[in-house]
């Protein structure tokens, strides 16, 4: 589950991690009020949306506006903020389609000594969180890392413990830190782990975190991304949800218990088991088709799951045909076939569908299907499936 930066701050703010005024403005007469109330000369209008790539992204409406601006005057945080709310900015993590605006967070002005970039994933390999830092803020990680690979420092930490004293030491002098910046660090650092593994984050980011002109760390930005599957300890955060920038197929998907991820193929896929989804996508792929998504209904599944997610395949415009596969266990092939000749009949599947099932009673859902007398095409093992479901498409 993402968050807006204006959001992601506010939870950093109670973490006692440092971060800039802001104000959340909804309505481009607030934006004159907000100005005055912060008292700098120079305040950042900045557009909130779930995506990164914001002050160098621009608005369809509006190609000369960025998506973050420095402004001077009241009266020129209201004219950007007309520009900006309601319109729909394009960034290079948006896609062409872009994402309309409907949030602006003004943020005060501050003297700015050094930008840098810090980043804390939980990196799988070695079963930990680690820290990403550099020396290169305001810039795409993923360039710096391609381009300039020493500049970046990495540090794993205990999350039972937290972030010790001498990691501390050690990424300051890293990120080469004066006296007066370590200083702050060995607050800031700290705090931003424990706001990382109290609030089951799997991604909190901050580009750019700033070394202000007296020496102080503070969060210029705000990325955080929870673990899906960690909600349930957080009901607080139901309120964080903004609707409007997921996927409405993966809003509906969730609410029904089913894992969902919208993609751009015309093949769509139904399989129990997020490995056994991940390697349908593959052969899929191997033998020329596209996958149009990622859907896992899971080991547990009963009828009603399974015909909505027959529902929320067939309303992808793009789908042309259906790949089901099925390796039964606790999830028995009859109830799969079950629910599809109930979708079958109930939603009326118009593309061609092919089924491939393994395990727990799968000779009875095979019996099932040839008794069905539908359109529905069968295969013998996952490489016979996606050849086949791949033909349908030519």
Same mark, same amino acid.
């Given at each position: ?26 309505? &481009?007469?607030?934006?004159? #009020?907000?100005?005055?109330? $912060? !008292?700098?000369?120079? %305040?950042?209008? +900045? *557009? ?116 010790? &004293?001498?990691?501390?030491? #050690?990424?300051?002098?890293? $990120? !080469?830190?004066?006296? %007066?910046?370590? +200083? *702050? ?134 789908? +042309? ?74």
């Amino acid at each position: 589950m993402k968050i807006h930066e204006y959001q992601a701050k506010k939870l950093f703010s109670e973490a006692g991690v440092a971060i800039p005024n802001g104000i959340v403005v909804k309505d &481009p007469a607030d934006a004159a #009020k907000a100005f005055a109330e $912060l !008292g700098t000369p120079v %305040v950042v209008v +900045k *557009s909130q949306i779930h995506a990164g790539g914001r002050g160098k992204g621009r608005f369809k409406e509006h190609p000369e506006q960025a998506g973050v601006v420095l402004v001077k005057s009241p009266e020129d945080a209201v004219a950007n903020a007309e520009r900006m709310l309601g319109s729909t900015l394009v960034t290079i993590q948006t896609g062409d389609e872009g994402k309309q605006v409907n949030t602006l967070y003004i943020e005060q002005g501050l003297d700015i000594a050094k930008e840098l970039y810090l980043a804390i994933i939980v990196d799988r390999e070695v079963g930990k969180p680690m820290i990403i830092a550099s020396t290169e803020g305001g810039m795409a990680i993923e360039e710096v890392a391609h381009e300039h690979p020493e500049k970046i420092v990495k540090e794993h930490f205990d999350p039972g413990i937290g972030l010790q &004293p001498y990691q501390v030491r #050690k990424l300051s002098n890293a $990120l !080469g830190f004066n006296a %007066v910046t370590q +200083k *702050s660090a060995s607050v800031f650092l700290p705090r931003m782990c424990e706001f990382f593994v109290k609030n089951d984050c799997s991604m909190a980011e901050i580009n750019p975190l700033i070394i202000t002109g007296d020496g102080q760390l503070l969060a210029l930005d705000a990325k955080v991304t929870f673990d899906d599957n960690a909600l349930f300890r957080h009901k607080n955060f139901d309120e964080l949800r903004d609707s409007s920038e997921e996927e409405p197929a993966e809003t509906r998907a969730q609410a029904a218990g089913l894992s969902y991820v919208k993609l751009d193929g015309e093949i769509g896929c139904l399989v129990n088991g997020a490995g056994l989804a991940m390697s349908t996508m593959d052969i899929i792929k191997l033998h020329g088709g596209e996958p149009a998504n990622f859907l896992d209904v899971g080991g547990g599944a009963n009828v009603d799951q399974v015909t909505e997610a027959f529902r929320i395949i067939l309303d992808d415009k793009n789908v +042309k045909a259906i790949l089901v596969n099925i390796f039964g266990g606790i999830m028995q092939c009859d109830t799969i076939v079950e629910a599809l000749l109930v979708a079958y009949d109930n939603i009326g599947i118009t593309v061609p569908l092919v089924v491939r099932l393994e395990g727990t009673n799968v000779d009875k859902a095979r019996e099932m299907l040839k008794a069905s007398g539908k359109q529905i095409i069968t295969a013998n093992n996952l490489s016979d499936a996606a050849q086949k479901v791949v033909a349908t498409l030519a």
